[in-house]
């Protein structure tokens, strides 16, 4: 089916923009690759605002979270459950793509073909795919409903 971006090129910016400030805060002493990530969330049908995570590592290495999953569970802990897209930056010489667990955590919560992740390199060089595209023929909550 084909897919009509709905996200203005300047929220797609701010989105990147955010992301790249969640960066900063990014816990990566192990890894020493720091990524961060912006989620356009409504807390009805309207109203969006974007809510940030960055990845957490740990000594206890697979007890880090990454920075899509941190984002995702502050917007639900903050009483967001409508998400329309996700701004991912992981440095500037490569378009971050979000780990299986992520696109995982994420399709819980979105119709997968109208919901859009954005890989950037920067607010002006970055890659958009939906979901549907990155986690074909997912498994959600519909499919344990038949
Ligand atoms: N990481 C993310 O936070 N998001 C991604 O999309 C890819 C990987 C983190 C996990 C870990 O802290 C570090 O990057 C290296 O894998």
Not at 37 to 63: Q, R, W
Not at 113 to 120: D, P, Q, S, W
């Given at each position: ?16 923009k955010s ?19 912006a ?11 974007i809510?940030t ?94």
């Amino acid at each position: 089916m084909p897919n009509k971006i709905n996200i203005s090129d300047d929220i797609i910016k701010e989105l990147i923009k955010s992301a790249d400030n969640a960066r900063k805060n990014a816990y990566a002493p192990y890894s020493h690759f720091k990524v961060g990530a912006a989620l356009y969330a409504a807390k009805d049908e309207d109203n969006f605002n974007i809510i940030t995570g960055c990845n957490v590592e740990n000594a206890s290495y697979p007890a880090g979270n990454c920075a899509e999953r941190t984002a995702v569970f502050k917007a639900v802990s903050e009483g967001y459950n409508n998400f329309k897209a996700i701004a991912i930056i992981g440095g500037d010489d490569i378009y971050t793509s979000p780990c299986g667990i992520c696109r995982q955590v994420l399709r819980e919560f979105v119709a997968p073909n109208i919901f859009y992740v954005i890989m950037a390199k920067n607010e002006n060089d970055y890659v958009i795919k939906t979901l549907e595209e990155l986690l074909p023929m997912s498994f959600g909550p519909e499919s344990l409903k038949k």
